[in-house]
């Protein structure tokens, strides 16, 4: 299989990449201010080992080979389908040979296209219990911080739960699931080995952990106090997670580049998290003491 990584060689095809089809309910484009810098193109691009991204300038999507399948992480935005299985193809891999698709976290910006990729592959869609509750209903959870954005996605009808610390073995690839709630309750990060020869890095794909949020949500409410309990369990987690190379759902939340390869980079992504966080909090609270 020859494998086509250099922006050349994505360039040469760009003018064939599928677009996104107005009349198809699972790809129909989201309006939204941000679409066109989270869909920013970028070609597909080799990690280490046989572990790629295929997604996009603003939202990472991740494919790894695991020799007896292919596996998926993300699905960006509805209309983002079409061009996430272009760049499998333009890698030199056949999008039916997808068996898995995992999911980080049920928001349009990362789980929008999974219904697309799921129905085009035949691939099985892997989430959280709270994930899932969000892909089957297309829409935020009513604790969501972001819920008052309102919006909705295409559904997503066939999920198998995974829980907590468990392993998905494909392959010669074992995938571990952790859960890291904070953004959503159903957030669920990634993590796997990948080698080259004798070399082996641990790779983590990290769900989102800004406390980002609608202009009327409090984090300092009562009612958020599980959010926050959350967030604290994932900074933990995050920073003890072995992490060789870190990629976060979006980009420019690892650092520099579409990926870090930084010492320390997990330990840094929870450090920069709770730094926000208790920003955030100290803000909301000097506001209510005036």
């Known amino acids: 299989m020859i494998v086509m990584t250099t922006i050349a060689a ?3 095809g760009a003018a064939s990449v599928a677009a996104p089809n107005a009349e198809d309910p699972l790809t129909r484009p989201m309006a939204l201010e941000r679409a066109d810098e989270w869909l920013a193109p970028a070609p597909p691009e080799k990690i280490f ?7 996009f300038g ?19 935005l509805p209309q983002a389908a079409p061009m996430i299985l272009d ?3 333009k890698l030199g891999f056949d999008p039916k040979d997808i068996k898995f698709i995992l999911s980080t976290e049920p928001h349009y910006d990362h789980s ?6 799921a129905r ?29 954005y309102g919006g909705s996605w295409p559904r997503v009808t066939r999920i198998r739960v995974v829980r907590d610390g468990q392993v998905i073995r494909l392959g010669k690839t074992a995938i571990t699931a952790h859960a890291t709630p904070g953004h959503t309750m159903g957030s669920m990060s990634w993590s796997w080995k990948a080698c080259e020869q004798q070399a082996c890095k641990a ?10 949020s609608s202009d009327d949500y409090r984090y300092s409410a009562p009612a ?41 980079a997990c330990r840094a992504y929870a450090d920069r998290s709770r730094k926000r966080l208790a920003d955030r909090l100290a803000r909301e609270r000097a506001e209510t003491a005036r």
């Open 10 to 12: 994505w360039l040469m």
């Open 49 to 55: 080992g046989t572990s790629y991204l295929v997604g």
């Open 58 to 76: 603003g939202l990472s999507v991740v494919l790894i080979d695991t020799g007896a399948g292919l596996v998926l992480i993300d699905g960006a």
């Open 87 to 89: 760049n499998v193809r």
């Open 112 to 117: 929008g296209g999974i219904a697309a990729l």
């Open 120 to 148: 085009d592959t035949g691939a099985t869609v892997l989430a959280s219990a709270r994930g899932a509750e969000g892909l089957r209903a297309g829409a935020h959870a009513k604790d969501d911080p972001q819920a008052a």
């Open 203 to 212: 790779i983590l794909f990290a769900s989102s952990l800004n406390p980002v």
């Open 224 to 264: 958020s106090a599980p959010i926050v309990k959350g967030f604290a369990a994932s900074h933990k987690r995050m920073a003890g997670l072995a992490c060789d190379i870190l990629i976060a759902a979006h980009p420019d939340n690892a650092g520099e580049g579409r990926y870090s390869s930084a010492p320390g």
